[in-house]
């Protein structure tokens, strides 16, 4: 079992910048794929970004590709994601999750461990 924590959100002007962080406990962390997900209010939780267990592969949502990076840190059990040029509609709830598949997955189905969640508000 691993227990997530997410930090960094917050209130930030349309074209800001965010960096997340979500610190894991517990398990191993590098035996999971890391990914981010995001729900706004009235929505489904989206998929954001993957990282797979070394940090070598990535993967994005096509919404955020290009102004998000995800990237991780093995010997701080940390995932991070930078969040550059935000847009208001990038506005939800930010969770980190933990995947046992070596590349991770897009699906909210498919990941094991789920943090709290932190608030990211972007105004226009």
């Known amino acids: 079992q691993v227990q997530l924590v997410e930090s960094g959100g917050g209130l930030v002007q349309a074209g800001g910048s965010l960096r997340l962080s979500c610190a894991a406990s517990g398990r191993t962390f590098s035996i999971y794929a890391m990914g981010w997900f995001r729900q706004a209010p009235g929505k489904e939780r989206e998929f954001v970004a993957v990282?797979?267990?070394?940090?070598?592969?990535?993967y994005y949502a096509d919404s955020v590709k290009g102004r998000f990076t995800i990237s991780r840190d093995n010997a701080e059990n940390t995932v991070y994601l930078q969040m550059n040029s935000l847009k208001p509609e990038d506005t939800a709830v930010y969770y980190c999750?933990?995947?046992?598949?070596?590349?991770?997955?897009?699906?909210?189905?498919?990941?094991?461990?789920w943090g709290q969640g932190t608030q990211v508000t972007v105004s226009s």
């Open positions: 990282v797979s267990r070394s940090g070598g592969n990535t």
């Open positions: 999750a933990a995947d046992l598949h070596n590349l991770g997955s897009t699906k909210v189905g498919e990941y094991a461990y």
